[in-house]
């Protein structure tokens, strides 16, 4: 780099502790960390603390590396571990080191260097994978497949690829995860505008990955597979394919892949009139451009994470907003959640080597398990000291925000301990509930009638327009699919209407090579991101296929024991966590009361159990062997 392409104003603005920390890995001279290392081990560390004539030499040598044509040196993982908790600003446990490490992009995983797989009888013995879905967990599985040399093909029902990103097009629509960690581990993206990347910018990156892999040829847009069933004699799946317009045709994979989610099938709340409402009803997850609230009487039904965004930016144009809530909402406040990035700190990611990476690793180490003691409930089967010190902060934030207005105060505090329900991050939704055209409705509603809600002490609003901000039908995972296993066996007879269980979210006995992708008790309810998680169930999908190529068995099952005793572990932890607080109605549970959509575990353990494949945890069957199973 030559040295009028070097911004040193961005070199000067820096986080000099990330600065620091990057010099170090790109130079292996840990001399400037060492001199500031008291300084990175204070507790709420600040930029002041940073020693000044240690920071001006760390811009120094930052600058000169730039200008050479050094190529960084390669340090030892003991380097690494000190530059990790240099980075973290405390101790961090050894356990944490290779998932950092390896998710911000700094270490290369042994997965990320293997080639395709290589067999005995050329490619024609490879199996074929049918990937359901083309959002972010689906191409992230349809990468690694194509790394793997696997021929594989996505079968996506909309127009267009990023699935919860293509359909969520609400107004508002924006991650409640910082967007450096809202991005594939080996697709790092140094150029998000924002800290909290928007609903089109998150779509962009999915479609630059898709180009940037070479998948769009992979991929049958508008269609649906809405029937699977294992066919015992061929060893394959055949699946029911019902293309937007056309004729319904049939596929044969060798594997099966559900990449639909959790969150595809938006709930609609059973309300006496609704239908015969004349003004627009629309649901946040199918909004459409004539849902129009300018200047409108709105009605906003539903309090969650899209509510708690939709709402903020409706209120700024309505009429009227009437805020229907069944139950207060704790909020996370992120001071940088409506910033862009500023000009400096892109210089900064796409031009330092490794500095983005490193931001990425204090993102994962900020917001990974920090919150995860908060969850689990003391010996006593009592909320934790963690969980009840969170509930006085998110407290004393709604009672600053919220101060002029008692009234409102008493409507917006919950009632039950925080994490209990997902937690959104506050998009601007107490400042909203100060303004004179919103009000905060707590009475339940009785029925609608055709130009107006009416509430059970009989008072009648009339509204224009209904905004549907109730979710999504979480606990009946893979219903739209009829998905049948070994012996015709239906999976929805097995899971019944609403109690999923698979061994690590991601498979079930009885159904030979199939995969779930975001499956029974995979989603997060603490920290982390899905990205992240669907980038561990693909790396673990794609090694079980690799595993299948390379063993030419014509099928693999997990073991109904590995099965059991995972579901067992499962169980257990799930009995610590506070979601199953009494009176505490959450979209986590089933109708009978069990938690079946929340991961149990830290990310961490979760990260551990999906790292490796391991075949002892499953049956290989042959031709014969499995013409014989039942």
């Not at 990260?607 to 062997?625: G, I, V």
Request: with cysteine; net charge neutral; hydrophobic share 40%.
């Amino acid at each position: 780099m030559k040295r009028d392409e070097i911004n040193l104003e961005a070199l000067t603005t820096a986080d000099p502790y990330l600065l620091t920390t990057t010099l170090a890995h790109l130079t292996g001279d840990l001399t400037l960390v060492d001199q500031a290392w008291d300084a990175s081990q204070k507790v709420d560390r600040s930029v002041e603390d940073f020693p000044q004539g240690t920071r001006a030499e760390a811009i120094s040598r930052m600058s000169a590396f730039l200008r050479s044509a050094n190529k960084p040196v390669a340090v030892t993982q003991d380097v690494l571990a000190k530059l990790v908790q240099f980075c973290a600003g405390e101790a961090v446990p050894t356990e944490y080191l290779p998932m950092l490490l390896e998710e911000s992009g700094i270490v290369t995983r042994e997965l990320d260097k293997a080639g395709p797989v290589a067999v005995e009888h050329g490619d024609a013995s490879l199996p074929e994978v049918a990937i359901i879905g083309a959002g972010l967990s689906g191409i992230a599985t349809a990468i690694y497949l194509k790394k793997a040399g696997i021929p594989f093909t996505l079968y996506e029902k909309n127009a267009s690829v990023g699935g919860t990103w293509y359909d969520n097009r609400y107004p508002g629509a924006q991650v409640d995860t910082a967007s450096h960690f809202y991005a594939y581990s080996f697709a790092i993206n140094p150029a998000w505008p924002r800290y909290f990347a928007k609903q089109g910018e998150v779509l962009a990156y999915i479609h630059r990955c898709v180009e940037q892999f070479g998948l769009k040829e992979h991929i049958r847009f508008g269609c649906t597979i809405d029937r699977a069933a294992w066919d015992d004699n061929a060893l394959r799946w055949r699946c029911r394919v019902t293309p937007a317009e056309g004729t319904p045709f049939e596929i044969t994979p060798s594997v099966l892949v559900s990449a639909v989610g959790q969150l595809n099938v938006p709930a609609i709340p059973s309300i006496p009139g609704l239908d015969r409402f004349e003004g627009k009803v629309v649901h946040t997850a199918r909004w459409t451009p004539d849902a129009d609230y300018r200047g409108k009487r709105v009605a906003l039904i539903g309090t969650g994470a899209s509510g708690v965004q939709v709402g903020p930016t409706m209120a700024c144009e309505a009429k009227r907003l009437f805020v229907f809530q069944r139950s207060a909402q704790w909020l996370s406040h992120r001071p940088n959640y409506h910033l862009p990035v500023p000009e400096d700190q892109l210089w900064l990611f796409g031009n330092v080597p490794f500095f983005a990476n490193w931001h990425r690793l204090q993102i994962i180490w900020q917001f990974g398990d920090r919150l995860y003691p908060a969850l689990l409930k003391d010996e006593n089967g009592e909320v934790s000291a963690a969980n009840v010190k969170l509930r006085q902060q998110w407290t004393e934030y709604i009672e600053r925000k919220l101060a002029s207005r008692p009234d409102l105060l008493a409507k917006a505090m919950p009632d039950y301990p925080p994490l209990a329900k997902r937690v959104p991050v506050d998009f601007g939704w107490f400042d909203m509930l100060l303004r004179d055209n919103v009000e905060l409705v707590r009475t339940a509603i009785d029925r609608v009638e055709s130009g107006a809600i009416v509430t059970r002490d009989g008072e009648r609003r009339e509204v224009d327009l209904i905004v549907l901000a109730t979710g999504f039908q979480a606990t009946r995972m893979l219903h739209t699919i009829d998905i049948c296993g070994r012996g015709g066996r239906n999976l929805r007879d097995l899971w019944g209407e609403d109690d999923p269980r698979a061994y690590l979210g991601i498979t079930v006995p009885g159904f030979p090579n199939f995969f779930i992708m975001y499956g029974p008790n995979t989603n997060l309810g603490h920290g982390g991101s899905l990205i992240f998680q669907g980038e561990c169930q693909a790396r673990y999908i794609a090694q079980a296929v690799r595993h299948l190529a390379q063993s030419q068995a014509a099928a693999i099952e997990v073991d109904q024991r590995v099965f059991e005793a995972y579901n067992r572990e499962v169980d257990e932890q799930l009995s610590r966590m506070v979601w199953g607080a009494p009176g505490v109605s959450n979209w986590f549970k089933n109708s009978k009361g069990r938690i079946v959509t929340n991961s149990p575990w830290r990310v961490v353990d979760y990260w551990q159990r999906t790292r490796t494949f391991s075949p002892a945890d499953y049956r290989e069957l042959s031709d014969c062997a499995m013409r014989q199973a039942g």
